[in-house]
């Protein structure tokens, strides 16, 4: 089937775009929340540094350090759950775009096709509704 490839124009360039910039803000939600997480990590060091410190060892204890670590997966994660939805919704958009093409596609082969048997004559014989006519005599 090496024949002409039928295209059909593309319609809705707004879906398109948007489809396009969900794909992107899902990636840009996933970079962000990985660089929170591990700023909220970090951060949580820093702090405890700083406050043993400013009040010693005592007040070192009070915080844990694993608080920090603890948002910081709940940032990741909750960042994770927004790029899964996101980059869905483009998906989503870009396989209802895929549909509604391949339906146009279809619709003009088959009318395309139409036109070609249409066009085509019809045999001698269908009239007499036989595909053999003897000939009787000379």
């Known amino acids: 089937m090496s024949g002409p490839q039928l295209t059909v124009p593309p319609r809705f360039r707004v879906l398109h775009f948007v489809s396009a910039l969900f794909?992107?803000?899902a990636w840009l939600i996933l970079v962000l929340s990985g660089l929170s997480a591990i700023a909220a990590g970090v951060g949580s060091v820093l702090v405890r540094?700083?406050?043993?410190?400013?009040?010693?060892?005592?007040?070192?204890?009070?915080?844990?350090?694993?608080?920090?670590?603890?948002?910081?997966?709940?940032?990741?994660?909750?960042g994770l759950i927004y790029f899964l939805l996101f980059y869905a919704a483009g998906e989503m958009i870009q396989l209802q775009l895929a549909i509604e093409e391949n339906t146009r596609m279809t619709a003009a082969l088959l009318l395309k096709l139409e036109e070609s048997e249409s066009a085509v004559p019809e045999p001698q014989g269908s009239a007499t509704g036989s595909y053999y006519t003897p000939h009787s005599g000379p």
């Open 23 to 25: 794909k992107v803000l």
């Open 49 to 78: 540094q700083m406050i043993r410190r400013a009040a010693g060892p005592e007040g070192a204890i009070a915080l844990g350090g694993v608080e920090g670590v603890l948002v910081g997966v709940a940032v990741f994660l909750a």
